[in-house]
């Protein structure tokens, strides 16, 4: 058997919690999951899944119309008064009532 070592890295306890569930629900642990990502990672001389940027990247001049496109859009809703505003999320709140 060749020697082992001890790996240990940190991560957000809510991810590590998530992932080791659904690993679980696979019939492994953690460490048998980070094993396998090691040893794909040396078969494939990179990481085994792929990491590439998004293509759709704006530029700041498109940034910068889609702010103020969206402005536009804001500044043509017709205002509401607090009553309004209040009907509607009653409105809402009974409906999602209705549906549990």
Not at 43 to 71: H, W, Y
Not at 79 to 89: H, K, P, Q, R
Request: aromatic letters at 4%.
């Amino acid at each position: 058997m060749t020697e082992q070592v001890l790996n240990q890295f940190r991560s957000d306890r809510a991810l590590r919690d998530e992932c080791a569930a659904i690993y679980e629900a696979m019939g492994m642990d953690l460490n048998t999951a980070f094993r396998m990502f090691m040893e794909r990672t040396r078969m494939v001389r990179g990481l085994p899944f792929p990491a590439v940027l998004p293509e759709n990247r704006l530029t700041r001049s498109e940034a910068k119309a889609a702010v103020q496109d969206i402005r536009k859009e804001a500044a043509a809703v017709q205002e509401m008064s607090l009553e309004e505003i209040d009907t509607e999320i009653a409105a809402a709140r009974a409906e999602r009532k209705r549906s549990e």
